[in-house]
């Protein structure tokens, strides 16, 4: 595998508006951007021991490691050129007692801040 896999939940505004952001900033072409909408259900119940697809954004790198929430937003802005410093500063000792926190604060509030839209199978 040579490309980072990140499962996004497309019904979120607030996801599909970072998603489009983030892929203009991949340069290198890094990341395949997959909905979670369109994993199949066997595959979610095999994923889901570690949490829930839809409580929080999953990256199956390409090292075939599963990182979640907090942790894939690192990744991603570590492994992105015009974020690479921001990325390397959030795995500095104990950025993640902040940003692991902060992640689920906005993650649980998303749809109560930002609404839903409806998936259109793109």
Known sequence: MTKHIVFYDAECPLCRTVKAVLMKLDK????????????????QLEINIYKNMYDEIY???????????????RKILSVLP?????????????????GDPAYRFVSTRRYKWFGRVPYDGQ
């Open 28 to 43: 290198n072409d890094a990341i395949l951007w997959h909905p979670v909408q369109k994993v199949r259900e066997d595959h």
């Open 82 to 98: 015009a974020t690479k410093l921001i990325g390397r500063f959030l795995y500095m000792p104990f950025v993640d007692y902040v």
């Open 59 to 73: 990256m199956y790198t390409k090292n075939k490691e599963v990182l979640t929430g907090f942790y894939t937003v």
